[in-house]
């Protein structure tokens, strides 16, 4: 691994890592994927960080179009937990967002992949029992 160091505009010296990180997606499992040095170079490790990239995708739409409160509730308990559902949800959302970057083919497939079923499940007429609405807005 080839590190370059350089100067930036407070004067203090900063170094930078070349080579880790790609610019444009590419195929394979020797990557970094949310955390530093995971998955790795294992090809488990790097099924097991698609799985939970798909996981993470599908968490994202049950949160979506999930009904916990019940009518008639606490009005101000009901608006924190509903507040909590959107922190969680947009957590979810973030962590999705940043396996994207790792720029992996495999990643961006997958994260697709778990947003379709999660919806097909979750959002879609298939599986919907009732015609509720869900607790939290739908996302912008």
């Not at 080839?2 to 505009?9: D, I, K, P, Q, R």
Request: net charge positive; aromatic share 16%.
């Amino acid at each position: 691994m080839e590190t370059t160091s350089a100067w930036n505009t407070t004067g203090l010296h900063v170094r930078r890592n070349v080579g880790l990180f790609h610019r444009s997606f590419y195929w394979g499992h020797n990557s970094v994927i949310l955390f530093s040095g995971w998955p790795g170079s294992s090809p488990g490790m790097y099924a097991l960080a698609l799985i939970f990239v798909f996981v993470l995708a599908v968490m994202v739409e049950w949160l979506s179009y999930c009904s916990f409160i019940k009518p008639g509730a606490n009005k101000v308990g009901a608006g924190f937990f509903q507040t909590g559902l959107y922190a969680v949800r947009r957590g979810l959302s973030y962590m999705v967002m940043l396996a994207l970057i790792s720029f992996n083919g495999g990643v961006f497939l997958v994260a697709i992949f778990g947003h379709a079923v999660g919806f097909l499940i979750f959002g879609s007429r298939a599986f919907r029992k009732s015609e509720k609405s869900p607790d939290l807005p739908p996302r912008k």
